[in-house]
Nanobody, 120 residues
Framework: QVQLVESGGGAVQSGGSLRLSCAASGYTYSSYSMGWFRQAPGKEREGVAVIDSDGSPTYADSVKGRFFISKDNAKNTLYLQMNSLKPEDTAMYYC??????????????WGQGTQVTVSS
């Protein structure tokens, strides 16, 4: 059974930093893409950062240069380092895993989410 468990969310002031972690289990970690998505109240879920099985990252334009995704295959853990946080980064952040080339929303696996709140 696939399990993704996020941690590291919290409340921070604008300009601050947080690091999210996602502990993964139940699948062949090294053959999946993993990513971070977020959903703010009243908005659709959006992709923040994705890292494929080869370790190549892709970022949403809104977070480029501020957020950094990484993974530790030995620990089956995904990370998101978030720097220079802005109030508009406030959202529930979700960890997700999907077979390379798959549709995240159709066949991906999702964690329960961790809340990030950035105050001005």
């Amino acid at each position: 059974q696939v399990q993704l468990v996020e941690s590291g969310g919290g409340a921070v002031q604008s300009g601050g930093s947080l690091r999210l972690s996602c502990a993964a289990s139940g699948y062949t970690y090294s053959s999946y893409s993993m990513g971070w998505f977020r959903q703010a109240p009243g908005k659709e879920r959006e992709g923040v950062a994705v890292i494929d099985s080869d370790g190549s990252p892709t970022y949403a334009d809104s977070v480029k240069g501020r957020f950094f995704i990484s993974k530790d295959n030995a620990k089956n853990t995904l990370y998101l380092q978030m720097n220079s946080l802005k109030p508009e980064d406030t959202a529930m952040y979700y960890c997700a895993a999907c077979e390379n080339g798959g549709n995240w929303y159709a066949v991906g696996y999702w964690g329960q989410g961790t809340q990030v709140t950035v105050s001005s």
